[in-house]
């Protein structure tokens, strides 16, 4: 996975955040949670992984090194 | 007065904490804004969570969802978990790179280098402190909200006007408004932005772990997670709105309404089958009609609701959570960070401690249909809720403690902020910086900070039944506006000072005009249900590209100085 992939995911995250599909259910997971709220406490996870996968495959190295270098140039 | 006997006790700890922090203070106006870049990664994620999550998060989205029901969830809070981990990411370790190599400690110190204009800066500013002042005014009308139920009956003979009757001798909004910008005021001015990371992460701390236990407390109460969701509002064959189930305070637990008891009808809905659906567990939109009794005079009215939200407005409602990018706060707490490496655990976990103080909010708020009158005003649903169901004293104390934590959290990383530009971009910037010591600039920013906490008081008592919800999203979508000016500017080296100045122009003109056409804070939608953010977003974007591309292009110095990535690979 390189960061070309965590862009793509990034962007499908986007998409599948726009679940219309459940627009009009309200049956209840685990008896407790609507199906509405339970898919987008799943998106939560989902995005912390991103976040994971992110730090991950696309950290930028060369960002840290930059502002830790020592030439001032204010 | 014994819940309130526990929240003066968690407002000591704080000033306690606050009077810690004053001797970790390094004396230097440095220390004072940005701490030095001393702040981990666990203090990093509380300060920055903390802050991104005030009365909005607890007492709003807890109200939101008691009006449009769980719909709120993904609306704001699941978006959220992607758009600010991406801004953390994206926009967050760049800002905070550039504040480190060049010494910025404001967000306009980086823009008036990167555009090359000083004017730019004077432009900024008060835009930056007029959205930031009704950020300040939700937490403090919603701290107001939340303490008077919970202390109705400490002070009758005192407090003998309360916001409804049987709130009598309940601590006035004003009263806790004004203890808690004391409280707020207090270690922000000893402490600095170190008192205010380590405030933070004591109260998003405290305000995580009550609000769990407050939703245990309710569950338990509603007779188990599972009873809990046949709570809600229901609509009937006849397309009347009842509440199958009532608490009985005696019995300390739900017992079933025979008949069922009417509290509204249906008045129109996206969707044919309504029967026997709890509209407050979808996101169908469904007009509704409720009855509202006038605590007063014992008269019923009717008033008019949409439940759910439109598939348009739900979409666009994911230029909202830009607003992060361009927090002044939030700037000055991603510049403590000691290193890029601690951005990296809020980049994973802030999601998921939106998920942990949200969820349980907007289920509480759907959950409340059933049991609250829905005339109840919203910000005020999660203190009834924890009035009505939760009966011990120190336990409300304390869960109230939890809401004011998360209030204060964010009311103290702006009143530094608002202190710290004013007193770098205005005061030091004209003077010269060898104009003042450094025992000065901390004095001047301490007393602007005065200055900002005491008019955001009076415009709170002003504003005081603002709705907490609606306030912020006007809040939040200003910013949002001004997103493009922070990503062209850390991404497009084609980007301009004029293109700046107009981008800035056209959001805040375009924000202005559909502030005014919402009667100043409202709820309001264009068209077919697009929220303005958006609208004000393109104007911004369209501004930033067309004037950038018809005026000159930024020197070949400013060039180098801000996409350092180019110069390493030439």
Known sequence: MGKRMVWFLFILMFFLHQDFWWWDHSFLILGFLPIGLAYHGIFSIACAILGWAAVRFAWPEELEKFAESSDQSK | ?570
Not at chain 2, 3 to 28: D, H, M, P
Not at chain 2, 443 to 468: P, W
């Open chain 2, 1 to 570: 007065m014994t819940t309130l006997i526990v929240i003066a006790c968690y407002l000591c700890l704080l000033l306690t904490l606050g009077f810690f922090s004053n001797r970790l203070f390094r004396g230097t106006s440095k220390d004072y804004f940005v701490a030095s870049h001393s702040i981990g990664p666990f203090l990093l994620l509380m300060s920055v969570f903390g802050t991104t999550m005030t009365a909005f998060a607890l007492v709003g989205s807890t109200g939101k969802s008691f009006e449009r029901g769980i719909g709120t969830y993904g609306l704001m809070a699941s978006i959220s978990g992607l758009v600010h981990a991406g801004i953390f990411f994206l926009i967050g370790i760049r800002l905070w790179a550039f504040g480190k190599k060049y010494g910025y400690i404001t967000q306009i110190q980086f823009f008036r280098d990167r555009f090359d204009s000083d004017k730019l800066g004077y432009f900024l500013f008060p835009i930056l402190v007029l959205l930031v002042v009704p950020y300040l005014l939700i937490g403090i009308i919603g701290a107001g909200k939340t303490i008077e139920p919970v202390t109705a009956g400490a002070f009758p003979t005192f407090f003998t006007n309360p916001s409804a009757p049987p709130w009598l001798g309940g601590i006035p909004p004003w009263l806790t408004g004004l203890v808690v910008c004391l409280v707020v005021l207090s270690y922000v001015f000893m402490g600095g932005s170190r008192g205010a990371a380590f405030a933070n992460t004591f109260q998003t701390i405290v305000f995580m772990v009550m609000g769990v236990v407050a939703f245990i407390f309710i569950i338990n109460a509603l007779g188990g997670i599972e009873n809990a969701g046949k709570i809600p509002a229901r609509i009937t064959d006849q397309s009347a709105i009842v509440q199958d189930y009532r608490y009985d305070k005696k019995q300390a637990s739900i017992v079933a309404n025979e008949p069922p008891r009417v509290i509204g009808k249906v008045l129109s809905s996206e969707s044919d089958d309504v029967v026997n659906q709890q509209p407050h567990f979808w996101r169908e939109t469904t007009q509704v009609e409720f009855k509202k009794k006038n605590p007063k005079t014992g008269e019923l009215s009717f008033f008019e609701r949409e439940l759910g939200y439109s598939f348009i407005t739900f979409v666009t409602y994911l230029f909202i959570p830009l607003s992060v990018g361009m927090f002044p706060h939030l700037f000055q707490h991603w510049l403590t960070a000691k290193s890029a490496k601690s951005f990296r655990l809020t980049v994973i976990a802030h999601p998921l401690c939106i998920m942990v103080v949200w969820v349980p909010c907007v289920l509480v708020g759907a959950w409340a249909s059933g049991v609250l009158p829905p005339g109840i005003p919203p910000p005020a649903v999660l203190s009834a809720m924890l009035n009505l169901l939760v009966g011990d004293p120190i336990l409300i104390g304390l869960l109230t403690a939890g809401v004011l934590a998360a209030i204060m959290s964010s009311l103290d990383s702006q009143f530094l902020c608002l202190g710290t530009i004013f007193t770098n971009d205005i005061v030091v910037h004209r003077a010269g910086k060898k104009r003042y010591t450094d025992k000065q600039i901390i004095s001047i920013a301490r007393i602007f900070i005065i200055c900002i906490v005491t008019l955001t008081y009076f415009l709170a008592m002003l504003a005081k039944d603002a709705n907490v919800f609606d306030l912020a999203i006007w809040c939040f979508s200003g910013f949002s506006a001004l997103f493009p000016l922070v990503f062209a500017a850390l991404y497009w080296k084609r980007a301009t000072k004029q293109g700046a100045i107009a981008s800035i122009a056209a959001a805040v003109l375009s924000w202005l005009y559909y502030f005014h056409l919402s009667g100043y804070g409202g709820e309001y939608l264009v068209g077919p249900g697009i929220v303005p953010a958006a609208i004000c977003f393109a104007a911004a974007s369209v501004a930033m590209v067309v004037v950038s591309l018809v005026t000159d292009p930024p020197s070949p110095q400013t060039v180098a100085k801000f996409f350092p990535e180019n110069n390493s690979k030439s």
